[in-house]
């Protein structure tokens, strides 16, 4: 019997613990939080943190794993590299994952490269970053180069709460570092979604469109829909790009997130991320049901050594997940689901339950819950993602003032 390690045991680790079950694997589970449910799942179950490399190396060693392996997360990734690449075990390189899950080194890479790229400078300290403010044009992005889920993200459009913007960048940086760079306006959505890659070429990708909740944060998508609304050859440049990317970079497989715009100004595309992971908020899973591929599997296959299996594609329907969240903070009462999208739900997660702590929707780990949905229609999925709060509404319990 085949034996795993799957770095991470959150919910949205569950559906690769039940298909790696299903196919008869041995599972082991490395989390460091003993709660998470996705331990259940497994046949053992560790609490190292998944971003301890060398714990990690160490757990792989002993337990003589033949694969290890994330599903959804950055970090991991990482990890997950450097200890394949350790042990000899299939993966891509470490220094391929690296790049693609710092955002300074990814910029770096991609202007060496010729690509598109904003302006950009890396910053360890804010006076660093005071005494070249005016190279930069407003509005600014300031990020934490190796947060995921947009936690520690801010856009700015002046200086007058640059040290606050900065401090909480660098407070979501576990490496003290973060980069600037200029906002690039785009045309249309974002596009957003989720590949897969072996032996250096994209055997499948599928893009949609990313939304937004201005009213809390623009930088934290709640959607993205299936398929996009940008036209198939501006889909197809974005493709190329990425494939351009892999190549160079020598990412040789397994899945990837990507985050791409076309520039209002100029027209032209520019790679916000690449990813060496499928995407979080059950992406994976939601272009399975609007596509049929199956990342889960290739995914298992991948780092188990198995040749890429040509799966049956038909990218058809409208298919989005969608993101219950509150703009505040507070103690949960309830979500509220209007019937006229609960029938379209086909699947759903809830990470809080009654009288749980939930947060402002500030990143992506504020989520309350996931639907995954499918729409009858394209106006029917523009009326309800569009106006989502109509539609979705997460209650919370009324404070009581002493």
Do not use: W
Not at 1 to 16: D, S
Not at 21 to 45: F, M
């Amino acid at each position: 019997m085949k034996k795993i390690l799957v770095l991470g045991a959150m919910m949205m680790h569950v559906p690769l613990l039940i298909r790696a079950k299903e196919r008869g694997l041995y599972v082991l589970t490395c989390d460091y939080l003993p709660t998470n449910i996705g331990h259940s799942y497994a046949d053992e179950a560790y609490y190292d943190s998944t971003t301890d490399v060398e714990a990690v190396s160490l757990l792989a060693q002993k337990t003589h794993v033949d694969a290890v392996l994330t599903f959804n997360s950055d970090p991991a990734a990482l990890t997950a590299a450097y200890v394949s690449e350790k042990l000899g075990l299939p993966s891509s390189s470490y220094e391929a994952v690296r790049i693609m899950s710092e955002k300074d080194l990814l910029r770096n890479f991609l202007l060496k490269h010729n690509f598109n790229v904003p302006k950009f400078r890396t910053y360890r300290s804010i006076s660093e970053l005071k005494e070249e403010i005016d190279i930069f044009t407003f509005p600014i992005l300031i990020k934490p180069v190796d947060s995921s889920g947009s936690k520690g993200v801010t856009k700015l459009d002046d200086v007058d709460a640059l040290d606050e913007i900065f401090n909480r960048a660098m407070f979501f940086s576990r490496c003290k570092r973060v980069i600037v760079e200029e906002y690039i306006e785009p045309f249309g959505a974002q596009l957003h979604g989720d590949g897969f890659v072996a032996d250096g070429k994209i055997q499948f990708i599928y893009l949609g469109d990313h939304h937004f909740d201005a009213s809390i944060n623009n930088l934290v998508p709640f959607s993205t829909t299936f398929p996009s609304q940008h036209s198939q050859l501006e889909i197809t440049m974005v493709e190329q790009e990425v494939q351009r990317f892999i190549s160079l970079i020598g990412f040789q497989g397994g899945g990837i997130n990507v985050e791409a715009r076309i520039s209002a100004r100029d027209g032209k595309v520019y790679l916000i991320e690449v990813g060496p992971r499928n995407g979080g908020n059950f992406t994976p899973i939601i272009i399975q049901y609007a596509s049929g591929f199956n990342f889960i599997d290739a995914t298992l296959d991948h780092a188990l050594g198995i040749d890429f299996k040509k799966q049956n594609i038909n990218k058809n329907g409208f298919f989005a997940y969608l993101i219950a969240h509150s703009d505040k903070e507070g103690l949960l009462e309830s979500v509220d689901i209007d019937p006229i999208l609960q029938k379209r739900i086909i699947n759903r997660f809830d990470y809080a339950q009654y009288g749980e702590r939930v947060f402002s929707f500030k990143g992506a780990n504020s989520a309350v819950s996931v639907l995954l949905v499918h729409f009858s229609s394209q106006d029917e999925m523009n009326d309800l993602v569009n106006n989502f709060s109509q539609y979705c509404t997460v209650r919370l319990i009324p404070e009581i003032n002493n």
